[in-house]
Nanobody, 124 residues
Framework: QVQLVESGGGLLQAGDSLRLSCAAS????????MAWFRQAPGNEREFVAA????????YYADSVKGRFTISRDNAKNTVYLQMNSLKPEDTAVYYC?????????????????WGQGTQVTVSS
């Protein structure tokens, strides 16, 4: 089992920046690809960004490309999401997820472990 705990959410204004963190514990973090998803009220959970185990590969949704950056520190068992130039449409609960699979990074069905989520609210 892998336990994931997100932190760093908050209430911001358009144009602000924020960094989310996701700390993993339990079973070894080793070998797991990590991702961030988000879910706004009334919407399905959608892919935001993913990063492979050794961080050589990163993937982004078109809606956040150029504004968000995913990174990880395997020594700290932590993955980050740096969010810049935030927009009201970025408002959602952000979830961290982990998978041992090596393909299908953008599909939520491929992730085995999820955090409880952290709220990000961006006002105009």
């Amino acid at each position: 089992q892998v336990q994931l705990v997100e932190s760093g959410g908050g209430l911001l204004q358009a144009g602000d920046s924020l960094r989310l963190s996701c700390a993993a514990s339990g079973r070894t973090f080793s070998g797991y690809a990590m991702a961030w998803f988000r879910q706004a009220p009334g919407n399905e959970r959608e892919f935001v960004a993913a990063i492979s185990w050794i961080a050589r590969n990163t993937y982004y949704a078109d809606s956040v490309k150029g504004r968000f950056t995913i990174s990880r520190d395997n020594a700290k068992n932590t993955v980050y999401l740096q969010m810049n130039s935030l927009k009201p449409e970025d408002t959602a609960v952000y979830y961290c997820a982990a998978t041992a699979r090596t393909q299908g990074a953008s599909s939520k069905n491929n992730y085995d472990y999820w955090g409880q989520g952290t709220q990000v609210t961006v006002s105009s």
